[in-house]
């Protein structure tokens, strides 16, 4: 299971995240961004497959 912090730092760094919610502001939405908050994140999935890249590249950093 993915925690919620790595999803966040994965949609921190991810090019793809657009937020399910543009209705927010961008200070709000930049505190709540994490894969759950973003509209190419599907059923668990990154539907834009981007999600495992960043994860890999956080780790080695």
Do not use: H, W
Not at 14 to 29: A, D, H, I, K, L
Not at 38 to 49: D, H, L, S, T
């Amino acid at each position: 299971m993915i925690s919620n912090e790595l999803k966040a730092r994965i949609a921190q760094n991810c090019p793809g995240y657009t937020s399910r919610n543009s209705s927010f502001m961008s200070s709000v939405t930049e505190l709540a961004q994490s894969c759950d908050n973003c509209a190419n994140y599907v059923r668990g999935k990154c539907v834009k497959r981007l999600f495992d890249s960043i994860k890999e590249d956080i780790r080695k950093n």
